[in-house]
């Protein structure tokens, strides 16, 4: 059996459950030897296809949902206030920076507090920021998307292109060498790239669950940005500056 109908073989198993052990996907496909079965694995991981568990299960790979910033918060607490005090090293006082949408984009402002820069963003849960701060805050306007509490849309992009950032520091949903920073959002892929362009320094803030994970819409290519992170990489790390400590 040559790759690719083995690959379309194990494929076609995965369709009809929601999990299998890689033991018993080698039962079913009895003429590959595991290892062989293991590298087919590994590399439908890559090709984000399927999805590799702890505990030797596997499943059919899904696109990434949008999930909202209430959902978003609760996930990873501990990685993601880890990226925000990272990301923090990287501002000096008198920058003029962006910080995107996204939990651990919000987190970033915690560390900032005794930062005398001016902070651009279309992040709308800075409005909920009520103690005294040393930076100084421009909320774009846009249209507002309270699911991930942001502002998108023509006019936001308008306001950006008012702006030269010395750094920005993005969000994403997926990191993927292939894809590179996918969102499930169009309106907040532009708005990336639009930022990259008018930043001297794009940084991606993103906890090492979503690397080799695609959503729906490509945002960036990984060459254009650095990616701080709770782990590194290597396969990341060849393709951009990949920070974790």
Known sequence: MIPYERKEKIIELLTSSDIMKI????IQLAVVSLSTLRRDLKELAQE?????????????????????ILEKSSLNKREKEYIAKLAS??????????????S???????????????????????LSINEEVAYDVTLLGGTYNPMISS???????????????DKSFLG????????GVTTP??????????????SKQSFVLCDSQKFYKVSNVKAVDLEDITII?????????????????
């Open 104 to 126: 651990t984009c919000f987190l970033l402002l915690n560390y900032l507090k005794d930062k005398k820069i001016h902070i651009i963003t279309t992040n709308t849960d800075v």
């Open 185 to 198: 959002n169009l309106a907040e892929a532009s708005k990336k790239k639009l930022v990259i362009e008018h």
């Open 151 to 165: 502002l998108f849309g023509p006019l936001t992009e308008e306001n950006i292109k008012q702006f030269i950032f």
């Open 48 to 68: 984000n296809k399927v999805e590799l568990l702890s505990g030797g299960g596997v499943k059919l790979a899904s696109p990434i949902r949008e999930v909202s």
């Open 89 to 102: 090293q990287k501002v000096t006082d008198g920058d003029t920076i962006y910080i995107d949408s996204g």
């Open 23 to 26: 033991e018993d996907l080698q």
């Open 229 to 245: 992170s709770d782990k590194t990489d290597k396969n990341l790390a060849k393709l951009t500056t990949l920070i974790s400590k």
């Open 172 to 179: 994403g949903n997926g990191i993927d060498p292939k894809f």
